[in-house]
């Protein structure tokens, strides 16, 4: 195969869900010897259309981000509107969740994952329509939750 599916095969991040995100970014500081970045919430972003499942919700959840060198750790703790991630912490508990790429063409992207059997759980985008994400359930094939990024759309 000449190409990835997503046009890279580079992750840029790797994501988490925790149930305290105070206390577990604090450890995650004091193991790297780094510091706290802290959290905030999702709507930091402005992220509007939400859909879970195809329906929307007003999921939000606590963030942290710890930049890794060329890979990025994410802490999630869900609020509990219905999302991927309450799901996902609810049925498996504290931990992995996903591995993110940043993608060009996001819609042709997510087009082309579906026609591969491969179904959208959530997305989102910014009002501006400069940032959005989108988690495609490749569970069946690849073990796991992949995330698109795409950023400065425009």
């Known amino acids: ?36 970045p802290g959290w905030f919430w999702s709507d930091r972003f402005a992220i509007e259309k939400t859909e879970f499942r195809g329906i929307p919700t007003e999921a939000r959840a606590k963030l942290s981000f710890f930049d890794m060198g060329s890979l990025q750790l994410e802490l999630i703790e869900p609020d509990h509107h219905p999302s991927t991630w309450r799901e996902s912490l609810d049925r498996n508990g504290e931990g992995f969740h996903h591995i993110a790429f940043i993608v060009e063409g996001m819609k042709e992207k997510i087009s082309i994952l579906q ?9 989102g985008e910014n ?16 073990k796991l939750l992949i995330e698109l990024l795409e950023q400065d759309k425009k």
């Open 1 to 36: 195969m000449d190409q990835s599916i997503l046009g890279t095969n580079v992750i840029t991040q790797i994501g988490l869900l925790v149930n305290d995100i105070e206390a577990t970014s604090q450890v995650y500081a004091d193991f790297f010897g780094v510091d706290n």
């Open 115 to 123: 026609n591969n059997q491969i179904p959208i759980l959530q997305h």
């Open 127 to 142: 009002a501006q329509g400069d940032y959005a994400y989108a988690y495609m359930d490749t569970f069946p094939q690849l």
